[in-house]
């Protein structure tokens, strides 16, 4: 994070597994190279990000959301926190669900291109495919259903 250049900027640069009967680890590379990018955050992510960096003990990593010890936060702790945040009335709403809406929001305004970019993936197939919500579009039908008006 790079919340103090102008503008700010946070890079993708790695990503959390799990070594199976081991502890959680952070390669340095993420799950493909489109996924490693800098992405500028609107001004209301970038005050959440101070606000947390702020409250962190010790973030040797400087990850986004650390756990309480400045460490990797286990994704099932993650998971389990969000299920118990959302409840029953917002049990819709998931961490792609805020992709999803990122990506519509971004095709709409800028392109699948864009959101592509965004979400980091290699084309816009995959964007298009799982991210962007598009209406089907139907036939036009006007000549027929004009002869309602005859």
Do not use: C
């Amino acid at each position: 994070m790079d919340l103090e250049s102008n503008p700010p900027r946070l890079t993708f640069s790695g990503t959390i597994i799990r070594i199976k009967g081991k502890a959680l680890i952070r390669p340095e590379w993420t799950k493909t190279d489109s996924g490693f990018r800098t992405v500028i955050p609107p001004q209301f992510v970038v005050d959440t990000l101070e606000r947390v960096k702020a409250q962190a003990v010790d973030n040797k990593w400087d990850l986004v959301f650390p756990n309480r010890d400045g460490g990797i936060w286990d994704p099932h702790n993650f998971n389990r926190l969000w299920r118990q945040a959302r409840g029953e009335k917002f049990a819709w709403v998931t961490p792609k669900t805020f992709r999803k809406t990122v990506a519509s929001l971004l095709a709409q305004e800028h392109g699948p291109r864009a959101a592509a970019q965004q979400l980091g993936h290699a084309s816009t197939a995959t964007t298009n495919r799982h991210y962007i919500d598009q209406p089907t579009q139907a036939p036009d039908f006007t000549t027929t259903l004009d002869k309602f008006v005859s």
